[in-house]
């Protein structure tokens, strides 16, 4: 946990230009996620609503994705953390400069499939305030709307944070690979 939070705290450091966009738009997917839960759990049992295991089964998927994106926001800076290690290698022979090209194009492609990851938990953060939306305690509507705009802004940070890595990554069938793999969640 604390890790998590140490990576989040990166992100409002603005003398630190290592952990950015990606980690904030999964910090923000994992505050949607909670606030869906929340309003889920503030639906239960409530006169004229769905029943209750309607609540709880989105409830508990809610707070296992907004565990996973709280993680996911410290995987994005540990990923970009890879990347500039990788760039930091020696270059001073033929080998060295193999080994380091190898590394740097380990790392981007990693750099993209992280925030492809955390786009997916998003998106179906996303989802999951939907299906709320048929029904749920109207006592939390701002809530869940709030919900909405950051699953919202984590999928579109998360998906920017995946094209901004592509360019980078030398194998062009991984690109297309991640690249239609995108546009699947963001369809």
Same mark, same amino acid.
């Given at each position: 946990?604390?890790?998590?939070?140490?990576?989040?705290?990166?992100?409002?450091?603005? =003398?630190?230009?290592? =952990?950015?966009?990606? =980690?904030?738009?999964?910090?923000?997917?994992?505050?949607?996620?909670?606030?869906?839960?929340?309003?889920? !759990?503030?639906?239960?049992?409530?006169?004229?609503? +769905?029943?209750?295991e309607y609540y709880?089964?989105?409830?508990?998927?809610? /707070?296992?994705?907004?565990? /996973?994106?709280?993680?996911?926001?410290?995987?994005?800076?540990? +990923?970009?953390? !890879?990347? =500039?290690?990788?760039?930091?290698?020696?270059?001073?022979?033929?080998?060295?400069?193999?080994?380091?090209?190898?590394?740097?194009?380990?790392?981007?492609?990693?750099?993209?499939?992280?925030?492809?990851?955390? +786009?997916? !938990?998003?998106?179906?953060?996303?989802?999951?305030?939907?299906?709320?939306?048929?029904?749920?305690?109207?006592?939390?509507?701002?809530?869940? /709307?709030?919900?909405?705009?950051l699953a919202t802004?984590?999928?579109?940070?998360?998906?920017?944070?995946?094209?901004?890595?592509?360019?980078?990554?030398?194998?062009?069938?991984?690109?297309?690979?991640?690249?239609? !793999?995108?546009?699947?969640?963001?369809?």
């Open positions: 946990m604390q890790e998590n939070i140490n990576a989040f705290m990166r992100v409002l450091d603005a =003398t630190d230009n290592s =952990t950015g966009g990606g =980690t904030a738009s999964s910090v923000a997917g994992a505050m949607a996620a909670g606030l869906a839960a929340m309003v889920a !759990r503030l639906s239960m049992d409530k006169t004229g609503l +769905a029943p209750r709880q089964t989105i409830a508990e998927e809610a /707070e296992t994705l907004s565990a /996973e994106l709280f993680n996911g926001g410290r995987e994005d800076a540990a +990923a970009f953390d !890879r990347v =500039t290690e990788a760039y930091k290698m020696p270059r001073d022979t033929s080998a060295a400069k193999d080994l380091r090209v190898q590394a740097i194009q380990k790392a981007m492609k990693h750099a993209a499939e992280v925030p492809l990851s955390n +786009a997916g !938990r998003c998106r179906r953060v996303l989802e999951l305030c939907r299906s709320l939306e048929k029904s749920f305690n109207t006592n939390a509507a701002s809530d869940l /709307e709030c919900a909405m705009y802004a984590g999928l579109k940070g998360c998906a920017a944070n995946v094209r901004i890595n592509l360019p980078y990554i030398k194998d062009e069938s991984a690109c297309k690979d991640i690249e239609e !793999r995108l546009e699947s969640i963001i369809g």
